[in-house]
């Protein structure tokens, strides 16, 4: 089967066919940098990032840039209010960015190209745009002349009338602003230069790049014209790709992404996410409060649900999703707590039968509810085989076939990005396959009648935040404080 896409251009799934392939091109929009990242970028980033993955599984050589927004008036505005200034407060979040994205185990960007280090780019597509009758100076600003592009609406599949300046949401529009306008649909590539704001020198006058001329600038300095794939959540769709696609293909004259691919919303409690409502939540607040989930257990939740569909984040469907991540987890660390006595390695070879029902469902416009679902029929499988073996000491089952059983599981779900080590926490910095590991030692300990060392091992867990419970049967359990 080959990997079929939907593209929001054509609203049609198609067979991906990149232009040079083996090489993919992907751009990705990244975050303002004026707060913390929320569970909206926590789903659209998890998501591209599987998509980047699995096309590299696939073996694409995957070329994947995102950039920063690092100027911008929700910047400006923050610096304001803390009193800090815009380079501080870009700087601030764009490593904080770094640090949630590490725990959600989503691989860094190939590049990561930032506005403020693209201005000569910027105003080189600006200047292209006035040549061709694209854009056109007033006092000081710059503006794109909507209706001399008659293709303007071809992703939204909106009509001029049906648009609102100021649709982003970003910005204001002032009095002065639109009285520039020769048009109301028309929208800023360049913005004066107001007093106390950053600028830079210009052939229109100091002033400060427009929020979608950034990313036109940024494809094309380090993907080309044309690239396979644009990424983003749907709120972009208008007016932000949309205006992309306006600025970028009325110079090169091709297709700015032959692929144009977003995710859903998110609403908490049913309800859209905002400030406003007070349902506003990023992904430390999640990850670091009360009860909080573990953070593959959010990255589960976000593939248990097509990545086009929007997905509801209740307490329950949390709770839901941890829980399933245990059995999960419980797979992915079968060789680690049985392989001494089954005699298991570290590498083996796939069964081709779930391999292949993995690609069936990822190739369908990657349909990752249905990936998961070949992970936890191999899962609960070897939990099965696991505790038969704690029970009764021997398994029915060839240790051959479960070694393949598990390096399937262990193989399939790293493509998700979902890897039982990769969990730590800054208390006790040990990983889930770390303390099991422990475990497995004392108990080996134990058996040997060695209870100096399986106390010792039970006092150095317990000093880093690690409580044991010993059960009948010979099996302990354990968490952490």
């Known amino acids: 089967m080959t990997l079929k896409l939907y593209n929001t251009l054509s609203r049609t799934e198609s067979p991906f066919s990149p232009l040079s392939p083996p090489q993919v091109r992907i751009y990705c929009c990244g975050v303002t940098v004026y707060d913390y990242c929320h569970l909206g970028h926590a789903r659209s980033y998890i998501v591209w990032d599987t998509l980047r993955r699995y096309l590299q599984w696939c073996g694409f050589q995957v070329n994947y840039v995102q950039n920063f927004t690092d100027i911008d008036d929700k910047i400006l505005n923050r610096a304001r209010q803390t009193g800090s200034t815009m380079q501080a407060v870009a700087s601030h979040f764009t490593q904080t960015y770094f640090e949630d994205m590490a725990r959600l185990n989503v691989l860094e960007a190939d590049e990561y190209p930032r506005a403020t280090h693209a201005i000569d780019g910027i105003q080189r597509l600006i200047h292209e745009l006035e ?251 070897l939990k099965r085989e696991g505790n038969i073996l704690v029970h009764a000491g021997i398994t029915e089952i060839d240790p051959q076939i479960l070694q393949e059983q598990w390096y399937t599981l262990v193989s399939l779900a790293k493509v998700l990005g979902l890897e039982a080590g990769e969990e730590k926490t800054a208390a006790d910095g040990l990983s889930d396959a770390e303390i099991e590991a422990l475990i497995e030692q004392r108990s080996q300990a134990r058996k040997a009648k060695n209870f100096a060392e399986g106390d010792r091992i039970r006092n150095e867990l317990q000093a880093r935040g690690i409580t044991l419970l010993d059960k009948p049967g010979g099996i302990t359990s354990w968490h952490r404080k």
């Open 131 to 381: 040549q061709k009758g694209y854009a056109y100076p007033a006092d000081g600003d710059v503006y794109y002349h909507v209706r001399q592009y008659p293709q303007y609406g071809k992703l939204s599949r909106r009509q001029l009338e049906e648009m609102q300046t100021g649709a982003s949401g970003r910005v204001q529009v002032a009095v002065d602003e639109a009285q520039k306008k020769k048009d109301p649909y028309d929208f800023a590539l360049w913005k004066a230069a107001k007093p106390e704001e950053p600028s830079w020198p210009s052939p229109w006058g100091a002033g400060r790049p427009g929020w979608h001329i950034e990313c036109s600038a940024m494809v094309r300095d380090r993907l080309g014209d044309s690239i396979d794939i644009h990424c983003g959540g749907a709120d972009l769709i208008f007016p932000h790709h949309e205006n992309e696609i306006a600025q970028s293909e009325a110079v090169t004259g091709k297709p700015l992404a032959q692929y144009w691919l977003h995710n859903g919303f998110v609403t908490v409690n049913g309800e859209k996410m905002s400030k406003s409502l007070g349902n506003f939540t990023t992904i430390r607040q999640l990850l670091d409060g009360e009860n909080a989930p573990s953070p593959m257990a959010v990255r589960l939740f976000v593939l248990q649900g097509h990545y086009r569909k929007p997905i509801d984040f209740t307490p329950e469907a949390i709770a839901s999703a941890q829980n399933s991540w245990e059995t999960l987890k419980d797979g992915l660390l079968f060789c680690q707590k049985y392989g001494q006595k089954l005699e298991l390695t570290e590498t083996g070879s796939v069964l081709k039968e779930s391999v292949a029902k993995f690609q069936t469902a990822m190739d369908d416009d990657l349909n990752t509810p249905g990936a998961l679902a070949v992970l936890f029929e191999l899962a609960k499988e």
